[in-house]
C-alpha cells in the first residue's frame, strides 16, 4: 500500500513538482489545507516559497497552526518542511514579526555576504552538502550530492545535534535539519533530480 503523503496548500508553495516527485517514487500525495484530510495521511511535507509572515498567516487563517502542533508534536507524525518550510519550523525570522512553528530551536536570518565576494541576494543555483551526521533522511547521500536552491534567508539552529547537513554561500549555513519526527531541507528536493529522487525514498522508507 503506498505511503498516503499530505502536501500542505496554503498558498505558498511548489505543490505540483512536489506532488510528481512523490508520485514518481512510488507516494500517494494528497494536496489539502483540511485539518480531517491531513489526519489520515501517513507523513507530511509542508513546502513553501515567499514571505515569512504571510506564510504563517496563511497557515493561521486555515486553521493550521495548532493542527500541525497536534499532528506532529502531540501524534509524532513525520513532517517534512521544504524552503521556507522549514525556515517556518524554527521560532522566528529576520523576515517578519510572526512566531514560527517552533518545532525546532531555530532563527532564520537574512544573507549578508562579504562584499568583497560580489555574491548576489537570493543564492541561486546548485550546491554541494557538507554531511554533519549520519541520519535515514540523507541516507545513500555524500558530500558530492548537488541540491538545488533558492533562498535569500538561512536557518540557524541553537542545537548543533539538529543540523544534518550544510551549505556554503559566503558563510557556512543549515542545508538540513532533524529533530525527533521533524526534517528540514533549505533546498528543493523536487527539483534536485536524482539527489531529490534518494531524499524523498528516504523519507518515505523512514518509520521514524
Not at 99 to 118: E, Y
Not at 199 to 206: A, G, K, P, S, W
Request: charged content about 20%.
Amino acid at each position: 500500500m503506498a505511503v498516503r503523503v499530505a502536501v500542505i496548500d496554503y498558498g505558498m508553495g511548489n505543490i505540483g513538482s512536489i506532488c510528481k516527485m512523490l508520485r514518481h517514487v512510488g507516494a500517494e500525495p494528497v494536496v489539502s489545507s483540511e485539518p480531517r484530510q491531513l489526519r489520515t495521511a501517513d507523513k507530511l511535507i509542508l513546502p513553501g516559497v515567499g514571505h515569512f509572515d504571510r506564510a504563517m498567516d496563511n497557515l493561521a487563517a486555515a486553521g493550521l497552526v495548532d493542527e500541525l502542533k497536534d499532528l506532529v508534536q502531540g501524534r509524532g507524525m513525520p513532517m517534512l518542511g521544504i524552503c521556507l518550510g522549514m525556515q517556518l519550523l524554527g521560532c522566528s525570522s529576520e523576515e517578519g514579526t510572526r512566531a514560527g512553528l517552533g518545532f525546532v530551536d531555530a532563527r532564520v536570518h537574512r544573507f549578508v555576504p562579504p562584499s568583497d565576494l560580489r555574491l548576489k541576494v537570493p543564492h541561486m543555483g546548485w550546491s554541494n552538502l557538507e554531511i554533519a551526521r549520519s541520519s535515514s533522511l540523507l541516507a545513500g547521500l555524500d558530500r558530492d550530492s548537488r541540491f538545488y536552491f533558492v533562498h535569500s534567508y538561512y536557518v540557524d539552529c541553537a542545537n548543533d545535534s539538529d543540523v544534518l547537513a550544510r551549505a556554503n554561500y559566503g558563510q557556512t549555513f543549515v542545508a538540513a535539519l532533524e529533530r525527533g519526527n521533524v526534517r528540514g531541507v533549505q533546498f528543493h528536493p523536487e527539483k534536485s533530480q536524482r539527489f531529490g529522487i534518494r531524499l524523498f525514498q528516504n523519507f518515505l522508507n523512514d518509520d521514524t
